[in-house]
């Protein structure tokens, strides 16, 4: 069986209308995205980790870190890429909302419970807009009212225009982060610890357009995916992001593990994205079973920081091997978490 089979054609919007022949993906190369998922998940629960929980290897936690930035930009890369085609802005806008609002405000209200304050949302307006920014408690829950964004934007832009004006929309905006970010102190000439941020450029469509841009132009094949791209884009992001980030911290002082993202992110989560689509899984079984387990890396997400804060308060890992090993517990933890929850039928919305 070859890897992709031609799918239908598909206009890809109203007005500058253009026909393409759209890839239909067998079960074992979705697979291979579904594994990508899986271990961004694992590199998410790496960057929410303390140094400390690494102990006198601390520097190991920080390189796991700065290695791990491809993860959410993965996230954002596979939500353009399996946005609808052809269909009116409103409608596509419509139903990620419908999708993503109701499980952020789940998710939102879980992890306020936790903190003892469920009605949160009787709060004050400075607590209520905290919330429903960057999660709150659970602070990286950012992620859906971010993805949320850059789907809605990305659809009205493809509907009225094109991908490539969505691409130099997405470009301009990721600068725009970039100077409010990681390049702020460089710009501003001061040491990273002494700049004043107004506001964290990872959130709203900053950082996340350009990744959802890159996944929708995936899909209609203006990049091609290939093991060897996907190699050679990962060379290329690891050199630019170790060279900013050398830069940044010999002359700025920027710790090595502040940066959301940098100019090297893009090649290197577009890369580990290309990589995936070109993973060929044979093996009937394990194939089923990282798309079962990749199905619910919503739930994996959500779950994972509560269950990042148990383990390590059960484990109190101040070593190498108690710090991976907390990792790596959090993860299966999260993972049978999601997998049950997805099964309690008022609840599987919010888990996959």
């Keep these: 069986m070859s890897k992709t089979a031609d799918g ?3 206009n890809l919007h109203r007005k500058n209308a253009q026909t393409v022949l759209l890839p239909r993906t067998t079960s074992e190369r979705l697979a291979g995205i579904e594994l990508g998922r899986i271990i961004a998940c694992l590199a998410v629960i790496f960057i929410h980790q303390n140094s400390n929980n690494y102990g006198a290897y601390y520097n190991i936690r920080e390189i796991l870190d700065f290695s791990s930035r491809w993860a959410v930009p993965f996230f954002f890369i596979f939500a353009g890429y399996f946005m609808p085609a052809g269909t009116g802005w409103l409608k596509v806008s419509v139903k990620y909302f419908n999708r993503l609002f109701p499980v952020f405000i789940f998710w939102v209200t879980a992890y306020e419970a936790i903190a003892g304050n469920p009605f949160w ?3 004050n307006s400075s607590v209520i807009l905290k919330n429903m920014t960057n999660g709150g408690v659970g602070f990286h829950l950012w992620f ?3 993805l949320g964004v850059c ?3 990305a659809a009205v832009v493809r509907y009225y225009f094109s991908i490539k004006i969505l691409l130099l929309l997405a470009v301009f ?7 409010n970010g990681s390049y702020e102190a460089a710009i501003v000439d001061l040491p990273f610890s002494e700049v004043d941020r107004s506001f964290n450029p990872r959130n709203g469509p900053f950082m996340g357009l350009l990744f959802v841009s890159l996944g929708a132009a995936l899909r209609i094949r203006l990049f091609k995916s290939s093991t060897l791209r996907g190699l050679m884009l990962i060379a290329l992001g690891v050199v630019l992001s170790v060279t900013e980030a050398t830069f940044l911290f010999y002359f700025f002082n920027a710790p090595i593990s502040s940066h ?3 100019i090297g992110t893009v090649p290197f989560g577009f890369g580990i994205a290309v990589l995936c689509m070109s993973v060929d899984i044979q093996i009937p079984f394990l194939a089923a079973a990282i798309r079962r387990i990749g199905a619910v890396s919503l739930g994996i997400y959500a779950l994972h920081m509560v269950v990042l804060w148990k383990v390590t308060n059960l484990i109190e890992p101040n070593s190498l091997i ?11 933890i999260a993972t049978a978490g999601a ?3 997805a099964q309690i039928p008022v609840l599987k919305r919010v888990f996959c």
């Design 8 to 10: 239908p054609l598909l």
């Design 121 to 123: 949302f009787l709060s």
């Design 144 to 146: 859906l009212p971010s």
């Design 151 to 153: 789907l809605a934007i």
């Design 173 to 179: 905006l990721y600068l725009c982060g970039l100077v």
């Design 260 to 262: 959301n993202f940098l």
């Design 322 to 332: 108690s710090g991976l090993l907390t990792a790596a517990l959090t993860l299966i």
């Design 339 to 341: 997998l049950i929850g």
